[in-house]
């Protein structure tokens, strides 16, 4: 690619039009005075592997990888990396220089990192973790937390057999729990995740006491519309650590930029100020 040649990168998705990503992506592009462009490619289900294999023919360096088509990309891809193979899907995709399709899994990087800013200092080892929710953000996270040393992961859903699958095709300390159960579950546990979409705007409430977390506990929810949940007004109020959801997204989002643009970009106030001026609801 020659000096005033355009990169362009994008989000792949059905629908796409709510995606937050152009907007995070653009801002890196205007802060770093890159030369790219970083667009939403609206793509039906049916004509997913097409447009996906296409990506090189079409100029494009990379994309993001969105809902629906995390899983069907991992299948596409040439290549993925072991973190996308144990989650099952691709959220990022390099394109080689061959033309050749790289898939890998960032939802994770970007889990640990946001964890880490919002609690400096946190001790995975320390004890067991809580994880609400096994879709594809409770299998990022509970992989994520395995690598990182947790001990003991106790894992909810209100569809118990979709945690017992998890937890079978996740190698690690895992543990189902439950539904009914989870308020119990909670006397001893180091962190409290929420993955499920309990809680968002439009959504049903998240229902559950966490009366029986130890004062040191740290929560995180990965919900962030709104970005300030009844979840963690209810653990600020209690003076319990409390981390919230954007942080997951403009972490994750990090890798690809770095690949795509050759920039490692940062993750400041700015831009969380930025993207949070696109939520809606």
Not at 274 to 280: D, N
């Amino acid at each position: 690619m020659t000096k005033n040649e355009t990169i362009k990168a994008g989000v792949i998705g059905w629908p796409v039009g709510h995606s937050l990503s152009p907007r995070l992506h653009g801002f890196w592009l205007q802060a770093y005075s890159i030369n790219g462009i970083y667009e939403p490619i609206a793509v039906k289900p049916e004509d997913f592997r097409d447009q996906f294999r296409g990506l090189a023919d079409a100029g494009y360096a990379g994309v993001n990888v969105t809902v629906p088509h995390k899983e069907a990309a991992l299948a596409n891809v040439d290549e993925a990396d072991d973190n996308a193979l144990r989650i099952g899907a691709v959220n990022t995709v390099v394109v080689r220089d061959d033309g050749s399709l790289h898939g890998s899994n960032t939802d994770g990087f970007g889990f640990i990192e946001n964890l880490k800013d919002g609690a400096p200092g946190f001790d995975f080892t320390n004890g067991p973790a809580v994880i609400l929710g096994a879709g594809g953000a409770a299998r990022a996270v509970v992989t994520a937390l395995i690598d990182a040393g947790v001990p003991d992961i106790r894992l909810t859903n209100r569809t118990m057999s979709r945690a017992e699958t998890l937890a079978d095709q996740i190698a690690g300390p895992v543990t189902v729990v439950p539904w009914e159960k989870r308020d119990a579950t909670l006397n001893d546990a180091q962190l409290l995740v929420n993955t499920t979409t309990l809680g968002m705007n439009n959504q049903p409430p998240l229902e559950i006491d966490i009366t029986g977390l130890p004062d040191n506990a740290v929560i995180n929810d990965i919900v962030y519309a709104p970005l300030e949940t009844d979840l963690i007004k209810t653990a600020r109020a209690r003076g319990l650590t409390t981390v919230d959801g954007i942080g997951m997204l403009l972490h994750q989002a990090r890798p690809g930029f770095a690949q795509w643009f050759g920039v490692q970009p940062d993750v400041s106030q700015a831009l969380r100020d930025h993207v949070l001026a696109g939520v809606k609801g």
